[in-house]
């Protein structure tokens, strides 16, 4: 994208952008539509009716079966055939037809373009493009009787062998070697001079049975036709066999013990009948004979090509009977003999396996056998099947051709027939031309006759002319426009003739008319069909202006914009292309993706109407700003789009068309043309894997582009010239036509620099530059088609681009050539800002090498000069890095500011922060994520600091390996590493960039670093106290505790204590944040100390009583927790985890656990915190607590033991409780506990001193006996003792004498006044009963000693 100068060129910019993808989905989706269209041809089955009959059929017998193009086009001179170049014999081989004794043959070697000619013994080899470079062999003493040229197999001859010439003889066969003087010349088909080996490389015996033909394969098998009517083969090998020979004859038509019968049995049993030629079909791998009666044999050479089986023979009978089954009213020997076989490979039919040519000109289409669906992989052969007849010209009702008569010589090659007719008077022969040249749907063809001077001695298919230096993966589709081209060789030399295309038939029409305004031009177009024709015309226009006969380009310009207005209907149809394995969806680079192209389905109309709407808003966008709409380059990328999700490379699933709402679309022929000519041109890498993947000898798997750079300029140079031809295409305005058209320039325009990109990378190691992309790029990269690449593969350009030049880097070479010539060939791709941020990274690289500091600073500091100039469109990323490697840590800091302030001057991302982060604000989030990722190099920095200086205090990490390294964080100490990453942390909060700062935070937050939070609040306390407040509104659980906890930290340091205890009170006080009692407890009662150093402040008072009230019950909520969890048996989990998770009150506490559980204690505590008085409600609490003590204390032997132990829990809470009057009622206990002494016969007076020991008053202990006395109840005759309150009261007389003395002189004579009244109480409580006389004694002495001391 363009730079960012002000918010309201991002809005613009984003548009623009997201226009140019809409434009590259819309024409990869017609590309599509049209590839599929042009792929999709009708099969061979279609064409001649079969898959609709289900049965043989024939042709030729209806009036549209042939096509006169002279006379269609009322062209007289029109024909498809055209002599190209006669060449005659070379002089030197004239003068020995001269010394001819018996025999002379002649033929054509394509593969090396060169003609042969055998004159008894001597065989001459000569090019017959211009008749030069003679070479001979004159080694043999017997006459030649057959030839052939063999490409070798790999590895058995040195590598200077290029061929192998077989030479068969009555006795022997000779096989020669083939060498040129050198290889091919640049840019030529053809080889340099040939020279033929002296010394034969293999000399087999013919066993007296002469080989008429000779054939090999593609495997450099070589296989011969005897004239027994066998086939033989040469195997050959480097090594010796076992039986001490490097090759040997194979005889592949007899039987293993054929050798037990006598040569002249055989001779009387067989009939003779010589295989007089030898056909291969190296697609599939079967091989095909045919004898000199007519009869074809069929043999399997396997799946690999290395085996071979006998299939089938078909006799001439057979063909004749099965030929006369489909076509009952022609004759018979119309069909007889066959004359010639021709071998059809799997890229032209499926369906269709050879043909064969009678002497008639009829063609015999046979198969081998048929496909099972339910069986996998590739059909082998399995019979000879008649599936069509098609008769010559000449047999429709009123024909006005002649029948061809005496075929002696044909070959049918991808489609087209070519055949040599005798005419019946002299040496005058015809050349006949049968193709499909005009295309359809039916099986009717173009016809054409060419008179020959002399009669033919060969006629040979040569292969296409193509540029050398194109890949097999280029060369894998035949281009349909390219002509096919025909070897004819005679006695007076060789004539070169071309059959020609559809683009030929226009060239000649435009020549011979000078223009397309002759009428014969325009029924061409309406003969072809007006899209084909316009790209034809575009086809010759923008080859043609090469050429350098500009008038046949102008003409063809003309002739495109004269016919091409014509609107046409969408040129699919669903039924046609349901089966198309392309992608249509997402404009993203989305191998694997799963769609279904249809001709127009109603999204992509409503695509097409936005797109129309969109282009003419972009056409007002660049009117006012002249904007650009590049796509990100690579070292912006980071900067403008979301962080890479490996979903994204999914794509979409594009849904069905809907039988209800089919929409048509008429574009123009023109329009059609365009689209289906770049098809055409990109077809042939389209569907095509970018790259291989292969194994390197160490079993290391490396990926290769499947193109290479010379296939990538190829297509290059066309998709150019269409460019240049595209800008003078002028559609409707605010049209859908106008739209797919701009559509289709931006896609062209993407094209040519996408695919120059990949030239480049084919020329620096692509293998290595792949290798160097993120694993989570290659995956995808290694499933994607070129479709892929050129119509969404703009992000993994971008990273191959930068793979690219970092390489460059680490080799410590200067980046600025490679810069230019990518800003040359790409310059979208790779823009201005791109190459100075490669100059940059060169600087940097240096700077790290530079041992002079000065000079390394001021190489740091131009390198970031360099990158802050270009900023944003700058790889943040790649450079922050080599600034971390450097050292320069305030650097990183300054360009990521810097890169912030440029995508958001007016800092609309800081206010949606502040705002909350409101979601309606989408341009605020897009700003403040856009940010955010930009302050994320900064806390990588900090990252990387922050592990180094873990390093010194990890005593598990092993000890570094010193190394001599350039990268400066790896030569900092852990001391060093903590200062610079303090430092950096610094220099971020110097910025006046608040949302660095949050960055910051957010960084320390997770490294669990708060205390350097708390450290440097007084640097920055307002964006510190900002940031803290809203992460804790937006985070949840422990991490929003965690914040809170620093936020009244930081406020307490900055001297704000009432803020901090208000957010103490929230911590202690919100439910559900995962905090525990104790932490509640602990900032309840830092908040009380808060308010308190806050003095007098506003509002201290009140907030100090919610604190301490609320400390109050959470430790009750304390001793509530330990006495559930100490039940038996304990509550339910989740009861107990609530009295965690928050601060209940009171009441909740009492019903809710205390009541529920019987915690008495908690009860007494509720009460005692509440304020609540009841006494009955407290005497039950008392009662249940002792209760439980003395269930407790059973176990115990002796009384002592087990009273003691109740006294234990009455002083535990005594201690509590004492000063608190209503939830210690004194009377009670000691009345309940007196009773439980009586009973269990316990110590008398262990009962007084426990209570006393709590802290009880002497006199109130007093004052509680006097009581007890006094009331005289009968509970203590029914417990056994009626006196034990009595004998008590004796003891406590007892006890006081030492401790009244110890009191002062106004408590001790309140005491003193107690003892005799408790002494009167107990003395009228012993005189009215019996056997009380010794305690009478006892209290007697025990008063009179209290008497004293009054």
């Given at each position: 994208?363009?730079?960012?100068?002000?918010?309201?060129?991002?809005?613009?910019?984003?548009?623009?952008?997201?226009?140019q993808?809409?434009?590259?989905e819309?024409?990869?989706c017609?590309?599509?539509?049209?590839?599929?269209?042009?792929?999709?041809?009708?099969?061979?089955?279609e064409?001649?009716?079969?898959?609709?009959?289900?049965?043989p059929t024939?042709?030729g017998?209806?009036?549209?079966?042939?096509?006169?193009?002279?006379?269609?086009?009322?062209?007289?001179s029109l024909s498809?055939?055209?002599i190209l170049n006669?060449?005659?014999l070379?002089?030197?081989?004239?003068e020995h037809?001269?010394?001819?004794q018996c025999?002379?043959?002649?033929g054509?070697?394509?593969?090396?373009?060169r003609?042969?000619?055998?004159i008894?013994?001597?065989?001459?080899?000569?090019?017959?493009?211009?008749?030069?470079?003679?070479?001979?062999?004159?080694?043999?003493?017997?006459?030649?009787?057959?030839?052939?040229?063999?490409?070798p197999?790999?590895?058995?001859?040195?590598?200077?062998?290029?061929?192998?010439?077989?030479?068969?003889?009555t006795?022997?066969?000779v096989?020669?070697g083939v060498?040129?003087?050198?290889?091919?010349q640049?840019?030529?088909t053809?080889?340099e001079?040939?020279h033929?080996?002296p010394?034969?490389?293999?000399v087999?015996?013919?066993?007296g049975?002469?080989?008429?033909c000779?054939?090999s394969?593609?495997?450099?098998?070589?296989?011969?036709?005897?004239?027994?009517?066998?086939?033989?083969e040469?195997?050959?090998?480097?090594q010796?066999?076992?039986?001490?020979?490097?090759c040997?004859?194979?005889?592949?038509?007899?039987?293993?013990?054929s050798?037990?019968?006598?040569?002249?049995?055989?001779a009387?049993?067989?009939?003779?009948?010589?295989i007089?030629k030898i056909?291969v079909?190296?697609?599939?791998?079967?091989?095909?004979t045919?004898?000199?009666?007519?009869?074809?044999?069929?043999?399997d050479?396997?799946?690999d090509?290395?085996g071979l089986?006998?299939?089938t023979?078909?006799?001439?009978?057979?063909?004749?009977?099965?030929?006369?089954?489909?076509?009952?009213?022609?004759?018979?020997?119309?069909?007889k003999?066959?004359?010639?076989?021709?071998?059809?490979?799997e890229?032209?039919?499926e369906h269709?396996?050879?043909?064969?040519?009678t002497?008639?000109?009829?063609?015999l289409?046979?198969?081998?056998?048929?496909?099972d669906?339910n069986?996998?992989?590739?059909?082998?052969?399995q019979?000879l099947?008649?599936?069509?007849?098609?008769?010559?010209p000449?047999?429709?009702p009123?024909?006005?051709?002649?029948k061809?008569?005496?075929?002696?010589?044909a070959?049918?090659d991808?489609g087209?027939?070519?055949?040599?007719?005798?005419?019946?008077?002299?040496?005058a022969?015809t050349?006949?031309?049968m193709?499909r040249?005009?295309g359809?749907?039916?099986?009717?063809?173009?016809?054409?006759?060419?008179?020959?001077?002399?009669?033919?001695?060969?006629?040979?298919?040569?292969p296409?002319?193509?540029d050398?230096?194109?890949s097999?993966?280029?060369l894998?589709?035949?281009?349909?426009?390219?002509?096919?081209r025909?070897?004819?060789v005679?006695a007076w030399?060789?004539?070169?003739?071309?059959?020609g295309a559809?683009?030929?038939?226009?060239?000649?029409?435009?020549?011979d008319?000078?223009g397309?305004?002759?009428?014969?031009v325009?029924?061409?177009?309406q003969?072809?069909g007006?899209?084909?024709?316009?790209?034809?015309?575009?086809?010759?226009?923008?080859?043609e202006?090469?050429?350098?006969?500009?008038?046949?380009?102008?003409?063809?310009?003309?002739?495109f914009?004269?016919?091409?207005?014509q609107?046409v209907?969408?040129?699919?149809?669903p039924?046609?292309?349901?089966?198309?394995p392309?992608?249509?969806?997402s404009?993203?680079?989305?191998?694997?993706?799963?769609?279904?192209?249809?001709s127009?389905?109603?999204?992509d109309?409503?695509?097409?109407?936005?797109?129309?709407?969109?282009?003419?808003?972009?056409?007002?966008?660049q009117?006012?700003?002249n904007?650009?709409?590049?796509?990100q380059s690579?070292?912006?990328?980071n900067m403008?789009r979301?962080p890479?999700n490996?979903?994204?490379?999914?794509?979409n699933?594009?849904?069905?068309?809907?039988?209800?709402?089919?929409?048509?679309?008429?574009y123009?022929s023109?329009?059609?043309?365009?689209y289906?000519?770049?098809?055409?041109i990109?077809s042939?890498?389209?569907?095509?894997?970018?790259?291989t993947?292969?194994?390197?000898?160490d079993?290391?798997?490396?990926m290769?582009?499947?193109?290479t750079?010379?296939d990538?300029?190829?297509?290059v140079?066309?998709?150019?010239?269409?460019?240049?031809?595209?800008?003078?295409?002028?559609?409707?305005?605010?049209s859908?036509?106008?739209?797919?058209?701009?559509?289709?320039?931006?896609?062209?325009t993407m094209?040519?620099?996408?695919?120059?990109?990949w030239?480049?990378?084919?020329?620096h190691?692509?293998?290595?530059?792949?290798?160097s992309l993120?694993?989570?790029?290659?995956?995808?990269l290694?499933?994607?088609?070129?479709?892929?690449l050129l119509?969404g593969?703009?992000e993994v350009?971008?990273?191959?681009?930068?793979?690219l030049?970092?390489?460059?880097?680490?080799?410590?070479?200067?980046?600025?050539?490679?810069?230019q010539?990518?800003?040359?060939?790409?310059p979208?791709?790779?823009?201005?800002?791109?190459?100075?941020?490669?100059?940059?990274?060169?600087?940097?690289?240096?700077?790290?090498?530079?041992?002079?500091?000065a000079?390394?600073e001021?190489?740091?500091?131009q390198?970031?000069k360099?990158?802050?100039d270009?900023?944003?469109?700058?790889?943040?990323?790649l450079?922050?890095?080599?600034?971390?490697?450097?050292g320069?840590?305030?650097?990183i800091?300054?360009l990521?500011?810097t890169?912030a302030s440029r995508?958001d001057?007016q800092?609309?991302?800081l206010y949606?922060y502040?705002?909350?982060q409101?979601?309606?604000d989408?341009?605020?989030?897009?700003?403040?994520?856009?940010?955010?990722?930009?302050?994320r190099e900064?806390c990588t920095?900090?990252?990387?600091l922050y592990?180094r200086s873990?390093?010194?205090?990890?005593?598990?990490?092993?000890?570094?390996?010193r190394?001599?390294t350039?990268?400066a964080?790896?030569?900092?100490s852990?001391?060093?590493?903590?200062?610079q990453?303090?430092?950096?942390v610094?220099?971020?909060l110097?910025?006046?960039?608040e949302?660095?700062?949050?960055a910051?935070?957010e960084?320390?937050?997770?490294?669990?670093?708060?205390s350097?939070?708390?450290?440097?609040?007084g640097?920055?306390?307002?964006?510190?106290?900002?940031?803290?407040?809203?992460a804790?509104r937006?985070?949840?659980?422990?991490t929003?505790?965690?914040?809170?906890?620093?936020?009244w930290?930081?406020?307490?340091?900055?001297?704000?204590?009432?803020?901090?205890a208000?957010?103490l009170?929230?911590?202690?006080?919100?439910?559900g944040?995962?905090?525990?009692?104790?932490?509640?407890?602990?900032?309840?009662?830092?908040?009380?100390v808060?308010?308190?150093?806050?003095?007098g402040?506003g509002?201290?008072g009140?907030l100090?009583?919610?604190?301490?009230e609320?400390?109050e019950?959470?430790?009750?909520?304390?001793?509530?927790?330990?006495?559930a969890?100490?039940?038996?048996?304990?509550?339910?989990p989740a009861?107990?985890?609530?009295?965690?998770d928050e601060?209940?009150d009171?009441?909740?506490?009492?019903e809710?656990?205390?009541?529920?559980?019987?915690?008495?204690?908690?009860?007494?505590?509720?009460?005692?915190c509440s304020g609540?008085?009841?006494?009955?409600?407290?005497?039950?609490?008392?009662?249940?607590?002792?209760?439980?003590a003395?269930s407790?204390?059973?176990?115990?032997?002796s009384?002592?033991?087990?009273?003691?132990s109740?006294?234990?829990?009455?002083t535990?809470l005594?201690?509590e409780?004492?000063?608190?009057g209503?939830?210690?009622?004194?009377?009670?206990?000691v009345?309940?506990?007196?009773?439980?002494?009586?009973?269990?016969?316990?110590?008398k007076?262990?009962?007084?001193?426990?209570?006393?020991?709590?802290?009880?008053?002497?006199?109130?202990v007093?004052?509680?006996?006097?009581?007890?006395?006094?009331?005289n109840?009968?509970?203590?005759?029914?417990c056994?003792?009626?006196?034990?309150?009595?004998?008590?009261a004796?003891?406590?007389?007892?006890?006081?004498?030492a401790?009244?003395?110890q009191l002062?002189?106004?408590?001790?004579?309140?005491a003193?006044?107690?003892?005799?009244?408790?002494?009167?109480?107990?003395?009228?409580?012993?005189?009215s009963r019996?056997?009380?006389?010794?305690?009478?004694d006892?209290?007697t002495?025990?008063?009179?000693?209290?008497d004293r001391?009054?």
């Amino acid at each position: 994208m363009p730079s960012v100068s002000n918010s309201g060129d991002a809005p613009r910019q984003l548009e623009n952008c997201k226009m140019q993808l809409e434009c590259l989905e819309l024409a990869g989706c017609t590309l599509d539509r049209y590839i599929t269209c042009d792929n999709s041809r009708p099969s061979f089955l279609e064409i001649t009716g079969i898959a609709v009959q289900g049965i043989p059929t024939c042709s030729g017998l209806n009036a549209g079966d042939y096509r006169n193009l002279a006379a269609l086009l009322n062209h007289s001179s029109l024909s498809q055939l055209k002599i190209l170049n006669r060449v005659p014999l070379p002089p030197e081989i004239m003068e020995h037809f001269a010394h001819m004794q018996c025999h002379c043959l002649m033929g054509v070697f394509p593969e090396i373009s060169r003609v042969w000619l055998a004159i008894d013994s001597n065989i001459y080899v000569w090019a017959f493009e211009h008749g030069s470079d003679v070479a001979y062999f004159d080694g043999l003493g017997e006459t030649i009787v057959s030839v052939g040229l063999v490409k070798p197999k790999p590895g058995v001859f040195q590598s200077f062998v290029k061929y192998l010439l077989v030479l068969t003889t009555t006795v022997e066969i000779v096989v020669l070697g083939v060498t040129f003087s050198s290889g091919k010349q640049s840019g030529s088909t053809e080889f340099e001079e040939i020279h033929l080996v002296p010394e034969p490389v293999f000399v087999l015996p013919t066993d007296g049975v002469s080989m008429l033909c000779v054939k090999s394969t593609s495997k450099g098998r070589i296989f011969m036709g005897g004239k027994d009517g066998c086939l033989y083969e040469i195997t050959y090998q480097a090594q010796l066999g076992w039986f001490g020979k490097h090759c040997k004859k194979i005889n592949h038509s007899t039987s293993a013990l054929s050798f037990l019968v006598p040569s002249f049995l055989n001779a009387a049993l067989y009939d003779e009948d010589p295989i007089v030629k030898i056909e291969v079909d190296n697609s599939r791998n079967i091989l095909y004979t045919l004898s000199e009666k007519g009869c074809i044999e069929v043999f399997d050479l396997g799946m690999d090509g290395e085996g071979l089986t006998k299939v089938t023979r078909l006799g001439q009978n057979r063909i004749v009977s099965s030929a006369l089954e489909i076509v009952k009213t022609v004759e018979t020997n119309n069909f007889k003999p066959v004359i010639a076989i021709s071998a059809v490979e799997e890229s032209e039919s499926e369906h269709l396996n050879v043909v064969a040519i009678t002497q008639t000109g009829a063609r015999l289409y046979f198969s081998t056998g048929c496909r099972d669906p339910n069986q996998g992989g590739p059909a082998r052969p399995q019979d000879l099947i008649l599936l069509h007849v098609r008769l010559p010209p000449g047999f429709t009702p009123n024909a006005s051709v002649l029948k061809p008569k005496q075929v002696h010589n044909a070959v049918y090659d991808n489609g087209t027939l070519v055949m040599v007719c005798s005419t019946g008077g002299g040496d005058a022969e015809t050349l006949w031309c049968m193709s499909r040249a005009l295309g359809g749907a039916a099986f009717s063809e173009a016809h054409s006759l060419l008179p020959l001077d002399g009669p033919v001695w060969a006629l040979t298919a040569l292969p296409t002319i193509h540029d050398s230096h194109l890949s097999p993966a280029l060369l894998a589709r035949k281009d349909p426009w390219s002509g096919s081209r025909w070897a004819v060789v005679s006695a007076w030399g060789a004539a070169l003739i071309s059959a020609g295309a559809p683009p030929d038939l226009l060239r000649s029409l435009l020549r011979d008319y000078r223009g397309p305004d002759a009428q014969p031009v325009k029924d061409l177009f309406q003969l072809q069909g007006y899209d084909q024709a316009c790209a034809c015309a575009l086809y010759l226009a923008c080859e043609e202006a090469t050429s350098g006969d500009l008038s046949i380009s102008e003409w063809a310009s003309r002739a495109f914009f004269i016919y091409g207005s014509q609107p046409v209907p969408a040129p699919l149809q669903p039924h046609q292309i349901s089966h198309a394995p392309s992608s249509i969806g997402s404009p993203k680079f989305s191998p694997r993706q799963v769609s279904t192209p249809m001709s127009i389905r109603p999204q992509d109309q409503m695509r097409q109407m936005q797109m129309n709407q969109s282009y003419q808003q972009m056409q007002m966008n660049q009117s006012i700003g002249n904007q650009s709409i590049a796509p990100q380059s690579p070292y912006q990328q980071n900067m403008n789009r979301t962080p890479f999700n490996q979903s994204s490379f999914v794509g979409n699933v594009t849904q069905p068309p809907r039988d209800n709402f089919q929409l048509q679309v008429e574009y123009s022929s023109k329009h059609n043309g365009l689209y289906i000519y770049v098809g055409r041109i990109l077809s042939p890498i389209w569907n095509l894997k970018c790259v291989t993947k292969s194994l390197t000898p160490d079993k290391k798997e490396l990926m290769s582009s499947k193109v290479t750079g010379e296939d990538c300029a190829f297509i290059v140079k066309k998709l150019q010239r269409v460019a240049s031809f595209i800008q003078r295409v002028v559609a409707p305005p605010h049209s859908d036509e106008q739209a797919s058209i701009h559509a289709l320039k931006i896609f062209i325009t993407m094209a040519i620099e996408m695919l120059n990109l990949w030239k480049v990378l084919c020329e620096h190691q692509f293998h290595v530059i792949a290798a160097s992309l993120p694993p989570e790029q290659q995956s995808p990269l290694q499933a994607a088609s070129f479709r892929e690449l050129l119509v969404g593969g703009q992000e993994v350009a971008c990273l191959l681009l930068g793979s690219l030049v970092a390489g460059y880097l680490r080799d410590n070479a200067s980046v600025d050539g490679i810069s230019q010539k990518l800003r040359q060939l790409c310059p979208t791709l790779y823009r201005q800002e791109d190459a100075t941020c490669s100059k940059a990274n060169e600087l940097l690289m240096f700077a790290k090498q530079q041992k002079n500091s000065a000079e390394r600073e001021e190489m740091l500091q131009q390198a970031l000069k360099l990158c802050k100039d270009v900023a944003p469109n700058v790889n943040l990323p790649l450079v922050c890095s080599k600034l971390l490697s450097a050292g320069f840590y305030s650097g990183i800091v300054e360009l990521c500011v810097t890169c912030a302030s440029r995508i958001d001057p007016q800092d609309r991302a800081l206010y949606y922060y502040k705002s909350d982060q409101p979601s309606q604000d989408r341009d605020g989030h897009l700003l403040y994520y856009k940010r955010m990722e930009i302050y994320r190099e900064v806390c990588t920095a900090l990252e990387r600091l922050y592990e180094r200086s873990a390093e010194g205090s990890s005593e598990s990490s092993p000890p570094r390996v010193r190394t001599q390294t350039t990268d400066a964080l790896l030569t900092l100490s852990p001391a060093d590493a903590n200062y610079q990453g303090r430092k950096l942390v610094s220099e971020c909060l110097s910025r006046e960039d608040e949302l660095l700062h949050v960055a910051t935070y957010e960084w320390l937050i997770s490294k669990n670093l708060g205390s350097e939070l708390v450290s440097v609040s007084g640097v920055a306390p307002a964006s510190l106290r900002t940031y803290l407040s809203a992460a804790a509104r937006q985070a949840s659980g422990r991490t929003a505790l965690l914040l809170l906890d620093l936020l009244w930290k930081v406020l307490e340091r900055a001297g704000d204590h009432l803020a901090a205890a208000e957010v103490l009170e929230g911590l202690a006080t919100r439910p559900g944040t995962g905090a525990t009692l104790a932490q509640r407890m602990s900032w309840l009662s830092a908040g009380v100390v808060c308010v308190r150093g806050a003095g007098g402040a506003g509002g201290a008072g009140e907030l100090v009583r919610r604190l301490e009230e609320a400390a109050e019950v959470a430790r009750v909520q304390a001793a509530v927790r330990a006495a559930a969890a100490a039940a038996a048996p304990p509550p339910p989990p989740a009861l107990l985890q609530r009295l965690d998770d928050e601060l209940m009150d009171i009441t909740q506490l009492y019903e809710e656990y205390a009541d529920r559980f019987n915690l008495w204690e908690c009860k007494l505590a509720i009460v005692q915190c509440s304020g609540h008085n009841d006494a009955l409600l407290v005497e039950n609490i008392w009662s249940n607590i002792l209760a439980e003590a003395e269930s407790a204390a059973r176990s115990l032997h002796s009384p002592d033991e087990k009273l003691a132990s109740v006294l234990s829990k009455l002083t535990t809470l005594g201690r509590e409780y004492v000063n608190s009057g209503h939830c210690f009622p004194l009377y009670f206990i000691v009345r309940q506990l007196e009773i439980l002494n009586c009973k269990i016969q316990a110590e008398k007076s262990m009962v007084f001193k426990a209570i006393l020991n709590i802290g009880v008053s002497l006199e109130q202990v007093l004052d509680i006996y006097v009581k007890l006395v006094s009331v005289n109840e009968r509970v203590w005759l029914g417990c056994g003792d009626e006196c034990h309150v009595c004998g008590v009261a004796v003891l406590l007389l007892q006890a006081a004498r030492a401790d009244v003395p110890q009191l002062a002189p106004a408590p001790r004579r309140k005491a003193l006044a107690r003892c005799k009244d408790l002494h009167e109480a107990a003395l009228s409580a012993l005189q009215s009963r019996p056997n009380t006389q010794i305690l009478i004694d006892k209290l007697t002495v025990a008063q009179a000693y209290l008497d004293r001391m009054d």
